[in-house]
């Protein structure tokens, strides 16, 4: 199984360019759809929001990642085994926070190349055809190369600013809620916001925190968005 994880949008022309190469190389492979709308350009947040999402990916399963805004540059493409499940994608922290919270890891070097290469386009010619064959088996991974970290690191630890904002204005962080008391308040944009423990405990246009389904810190409102009443964005700061 591959699973598909990038800043590409799911309107515009890329993902289905690299699930054609996908399909070409491993047939037999389901794919399917992660996240294709992570903060674009991003990598710090999208290194926090791939490792919420990588819990639930099983293992023995290869996530393609891609929020690579150095593409054609020199950071390098790598493999990163983390867990039982492969992740493929760039050498710019990207991978890091997965690598971090591990308990086995083993990162390696990529140097395979296709014989030829769009330079903006990795996602598609570079990591899609690696995915597919580390997803088939066999005895490919053998020609990877082992190195001894990531080059790019943004660590463990939590990050408190807001990660994702759904379509329902719910503004998702980069904190894990496990051992956040829920007497605390947190502070966004100047204003204190209060636990509650789900959206039918506030009235409408309420504005609270709570735990949600990945077990991060999630800002919302009783039916309304949290991003319009908050003015609050990716990347807006957690008091």
Same mark, same amino acid.
């Given at each position: 199984? *591959?699973?598909?994880?990038?800043? &590409?949008?799911? +309107?515009?022309?890329?993902?289905? =360019?690299?699930?054609?190469?996908?399909?070409?190389?491993? @047939?037999? =492979?389901?794919? *399917?759809?992660?996240?294709?709308?992570? @903060? +674009? &350009? /991003?990598?710090?947040?999208? +290194?926090?929001?791939?490792?919420?999402?990588?819990?639930?990916?099983?293992?023995?399963?290869?996530?393609?990642?891609?929020?690579? @805004?150095?593409?054609?540059?020199?950071?390098? @493409?790598?493999?990163?085994?983390?867990?039982?499940?492969? #992740?493929?994608?760039?050498? /710019?922290?990207?991978?890091?926070?997965?690598?971090?919270?591990?308990?086995?890891?083993?990162?390696?070097?990529?140097?395979?190349?296709?014989?030829?290469?769009?330079?903006?386009?990795? !996602?598609?010619?570079?990591?899609?055809?690696?995915?597919?064959?580390?997803?088939?088996?066999?005895?490919?991974?053998?020609?990877?190369?082992?190195?001894?970290?990531?080059?790019?690191?943004?660590?463990?630890?939590?990050?408190? %600013?807001? *990660? #994702?904002?759904?379509? #329902?204005? /719910?503004?998702?962080?980069?904190?894990?809620?496990?051992? *956040?008391?829920?007497?605390? !308040?947190?502070?966004?944009?100047?204003?204190?916001?209060?636990?509650?423990?789900?959206?039918?405990?506030?009235?409408?246009?309420?504005?609270?925190?709570?735990? /949600?389904?990945? !077990?991060?810190? %999630?800002?919302?409102?009783?039916?309304?968005?949290?991003?319009?009443?908050?003015?609050?964005?990716?990347?807006?700061?957690?008091?």
């Amino acid at each position: 199984m *591959i699973f598909l994880f990038t800043d &590409f949008g799911a +309107a515009d022309i890329y993902v289905g =360019q690299v699930k054609a190469v996908l399909q070409q190389l491993a @047939p037999k =492979q389901g794919v *399917i759809d992660l996240l294709h709308d992570a @903060p +674009a &350009f /991003n990598v710090k947040t999208g +290194a926090h929001l791939l490792a919420a999402l990588a819990v639930r990916v099983p293992e023995g399963s290869v996530v393609l990642a891609v929020v690579d @805004p150095g593409v054609g540059g020199p950071r390098a @493409p790598v493999a990163l085994l983390a867990d039982g499940r492969w #992740y493929v994608g760039p050498d /710019n922290g990207l991978l890091s926070v997965v690598a971090a919270r591990a308990r086995k890891t083993r990162v390696f070097a990529i140097g395979w190349r296709p014989r030829s290469a769009a330079v903006s386009f990795h !996602g598609r010619d570079l990591f899609a055809p690696v995915a597919a064959m580390l997803a088939r088996g066999g005895r490919w991974a053998a020609k990877l190369k082992k190195k001894a970290r990531l080059a790019a690191s943004f660590g463990a630890q939590d990050l408190a %600013e807001i *990660i #994702y904002v759904d379509h #329902y204005g /719910n503004l998702v962080s980069g904190l894990r809620a496990a051992g *956040i008391s829920r007497d605390r !308040g947190f502070v966004v944009n100047g204003r204190e916001i209060r636990y509650a423990r789900v959206f039918c405990e506030v009235p409408a246009g309420q504005v609270f925190w709570y735990e /949600n389904s990945l !077990g991060l810190v %999630e800002i919302a409102a009783g039916s309304a968005s949290a991003r319009q009443i908050l003015g609050a964005a990716s990347g807006t700061r957690l008091a």
